[in-house]
């Protein structure tokens, strides 16, 4: 059954809470993008981060989610498309991502050379990103992504966006690395 188990692309909460967590504050209004059913925002709340609302375009696994964490009322779930986002501008503190947009780029050929198709689709997501945070706001993307590949995409004027980034995992253990980016 689709949601029945939790599945963490990237690792869990603990693999990248050292970088992510000086990017929060408890009174944030968070939103999850492609949240799949990982326990990622179940384990925000538990952190104290209590206004996570979370996305993922399919309903089977909103609903599973939804029932796994119903006694957390500060976690809203949504069926949403990343690309259409149905809130209000300046809605979220907190935009995050960890290895959504990776989605976008998965039949590339060449990241070099990105087709129109997938820079037009990254290009819309960044787009409502950029809507839905607030004045002040930061958009946090945990991707595999290097960062000649994703800050082509990332620092563009349109968003006013400056950007940084941070490598993430446990190189000593033979691990892949990834990076967080905080914009």
């Given at each position: 059954?689709e949601?029945?188990?939790?599945r963490?692309?990237?690792?869990g ?6 970088q ?7 009174g ?13 925002s ?16 399919s309903?089977?696994?909103?609903s599973?989610m ?97 950007l ?20």
């Amino acid at each position: 059954r689709e949601g029945a188990e939790t599945r963490e692309w990237l690792g869990g909460l603990s693999r990248f809470l050292p970088q992510l967590e000086p990017e929060l504050r408890p009174g944030d209004r968070i939103l999850v993008l492609g949240c799949g059913n990982s326990a990622l925002s179940h384990d925000l709340h538990e952190l104290g981060y209590t206004d996570v609302t979370s996305i993922d375009f399919s309903p089977a696994c909103i609903s599973a989610m939804r029932a796994r964490y119903a006694r957390c009322p500060g976690l809203r779930w949504a069926v949403m498309d990343i690309r259409a986002l149905a809130f209000p501008d300046a809605s979220f503190d907190v935009v995050l991502e960890k290895g959504t947009l990776d989605v976008l780029m998965v039949e590339e050929t060449d990241p070099w050379d990105v087709s129109p198709q997938a820079a037009a689709a990254m290009h819309r997501v960044l787009a409502e990103v950029s809507r839905v945070l607030r004045p002040g706001g930061c958009f946090i993307s945990i991707t595999f992504a290097q960062p000649h590949f994703r800050k082509p995409h990332y620092a563009q004027e349109a968003f006013g966006w400056s950007l940084r980034h941070a490598a993430c995992g446990d190189r000593d253990a033979g691990a892949f690395h990834y990076f967080l980016y905080v914009m």
